[in-house]
């Protein structure tokens, strides 16, 4: 494999060798290792409860032992429908362990995706939480999908027993009762056993771990494959970027701020695996709210934190910042959208801690990240991590380079790539090159002379809202189904907070006398936070393609990428 000097480029600037050795390592092997090692070091921390290395080896052996007891094989389908608590990672080792695939389901997500999802799947089993904002929803599919069990933890349960009677005090409006139902029972009804279950084998090379629903190349939700081998080797290629890990030398803490959701991608790799690799601790948060990190960050003297570019905006924003000690925090990774210039610079002057930009996806894990340490240029996504190579292609076709000069399709290969889409493994967004197969990312960009990438442009016409991806065509669905809409388009406006809003358009049918304001009112109740449409604009046409489909691609290039206020528009 060709490394960045092989292709052409500059100096490789991580800390680390390009050719990193990556042995095949399933995920509860990798998880295990550093358990022996640091039994008592601490893993998580849940607003000031710690759970050691060892406590979660031991609540991962008995969710196996329990989900074995309710029928789960190696193989079956375990969905984490679950914000940031101990849950989900007892959960994702537990089912792991029993040979068994994690289904991660978004909580911003509406319960149609949801309810896709699973059904796509074949998800049998799901773990929620006991609260008003997931339960009803988790619930309900219990009769409107194949789903055929339900796992309710608590919060309270995670908490010390201080907090645990405030939250039941202060938060009671948000505790949702279980169902009486034989289909649904408690967390720790589960793992009311000895934990006793053998743990499975795995290929990891060959066996999927993680089905992570993602855009696609077509905009249509599809699972992404994702084997061991691919996520422990991100995760060891994220950590041999870092100088501040224990695998390059540094003998100081290592602990992240968890408020990026596990269940993404980003979050998973940085976060939950990087961190176990690693043997450093991640402190949970189930939500972003800047008052809580900030407060996060000085209680434990956090060092480091993933996040996308809204959220440092947002502490920028927040007027206890002024007053924060954030002296601890020496490193953060932004990604899921482009890091303004401006906004590195501002956030490291007030926080003094490194704000590096990276670059990867739903199918490719971590690809790309400025050296944390030696030359980062600002608008760019960096260099490729370890065993990455990363190409251009014609944007026509992807069987020739570009033109000289030009910007291309980004292209890649690695460990950390996906095997291939569920119930699609044959079709895929891949390419081969000399024998070599690569994914296509549907991204346009360049390479510097010194290996550093540039993204300048999207092929997909996906939505990224603070880093989560929107997908038009089922927004557009929902509002079709509306009697007094005929056709419908949706494209991403800018949004200074979140980078893209969803913005919709909309003809309707002959006579109707329907607002763009009901329209707006009926349909964001039926979408996912991230989802929600900024306005829905009432049109006599909407652009076509020559061959009479509908043009989002249009819309964009007719100047529509503008929020309605900037365009005078109702």
Known sequence: MEGPAEQGFGAYRHPASWALNLEPLSLTDMFERTAEVKPRAPLIDFFGRKFSYADVAGLARRVATGLAAVGIRPGDRVGLYLPNVPHYVGAYYGALRLGAVVVNLLPLSSLEEIREQVN??????????????????AASLLHTSALERLVVGSVAGALSSSRAMLYRLFRRAEIAIAPSDARVMTFEALIANDGTVPKIGVD???EVAVLQYSGGTTGQPKGVMLTHQALTANARQIDAADP????????????????LPLCHIFALSCVLNRTVAAGGEMVLLPRFEPAEVIAAIERTRATKMPGVPSMYQALLDYPGLRKADLTSLRLCISGGMALPPSLKERFESRTGSLLVE???????????????????????????????????????????????GQAGEIIVQGPQIMQGYWRDSDVGPFVERAGVRWLRTGDVGVIDPDGYVRIVDRLKEMISVGGVKVFPSQIEAILCRHPAVAEALVIGVPDPVSGEVPQAFVTLVGGSATTAGELKAWLNPQLGRHEQVLSVELRESLPRTVVGKLSRRALIELGETQPPSRRGAA
């Open 204 to 206: 990891p090379e060959r």
């Open 358 to 404: 990276g670059y990867g996806l739903t199918e490719g894990g971590m690809l790309c990240a400025n050296p944390v340490d030696a030359l980062n240029k600002p608008g760019t996504v960096g260099q490729p991590l370890p065993r990455t190579m990363i190409a251009l292609v014609d944007r026509e076709n992807p069987e020739r380079d570009p033109p000289p």
């Open 120 to 137: 796509d799947s074949g998800t049998r089993l799901i773990f929620t939480l006991g609260t008003t904002a997931l339960l009803p929803q």
């Open 244 to 259: 501040y890990s224990p695998s390059c030398g540094w003998s100081g803490d290592d602990r992240v701020i968890g408020a």
